[in-house]
């Protein structure tokens, strides 16, 4: 961390650069609707995601009002709508232990912690699973290729999967 940068400000700049490979994945596949930015799964797993990022780039050491006003940032940074509101629909739905808001949450913290070497191809995991058969479907690949086709299989298992499914909805 520069001494002349706050903590905020770092957690904002992190959360906001975890979030952009995954808005421009549902861009690429098929787009974010306003609405998917209430939707429970999508929510959590971009809350979790964003949260991690702004923790581990400030060491920890922001503050849990600098982690909310850095949400807050990064959600108005990548859907050019009000990022307030989105935090606060997740803060609602955390607090009320929607289902499928947890489930986004989890799925996002396995692709982290895998992603940050936390846990590993050894766990014994659904969503690794089904990473490490997409980067075997990529065949030959060995090392930091493999673990990182492993991501690129759980976040298009997890995150991509449900864009498109709340895509097909939208459009039926």
């Given at each position: ?86 935090t606060e629909t997740s803060v609602v739905m955390a607090e009320a232990k929607n289902e499928d808001y947890q489930a986004g949450s989890s799925d996002a913290m396995t692709v982290a912690m895998y992603s940050a070497g936390i846990i590993d191809n050894n766990v014994d995991d659904p969503l690794i699973r089904l990473g490490k058969a997409h980067a075997d ?36």
């Amino acid at each position: 961390m520069s001494w002349f940068r706050s903590k905020r400000k770092i957690a904002t700049e992190a959360a906001t650069q975890s979030l952009r490979p995954l808005i421009g994945l549902a861009q690429m596949s098929g787009g974010m609707s306003l609405w998917m930015w209430r939707d429970p799964y999508l929510l959590g797993y971009m809350t979790y995601t964003a949260s991690f990022y702004a923790k581990a780039e400030t060491n920890g050491k922001a503050s849990h009002t600098d982690i909310g006003f850095a949400l807050m940032d990064a959600f108005s940074n990548v859907s050019n709508i009000n990022g307030q509101s989105i935090t606060e629909t997740s803060v609602v739905m955390a607090e009320a232990k929607n289902e499928d808001y947890q489930a986004g949450s989890s799925d996002a913290m396995t692709v982290a912690m895998y992603s940050a070497g936390i846990i590993d191809n050894n766990v014994d995991d659904p969503l690794i699973r089904l990473g490490k058969a997409h980067a075997d479907a990529m065949g030959g690949m060995m090392g930091p290729d493999y673990n990182a086709a492993v991501v690129g299989g759980m976040i298009h298992g997890s995150f991509v999967e449900r864009v498109k499914e709340m895509r097909k909805d939208e459009n039926a």
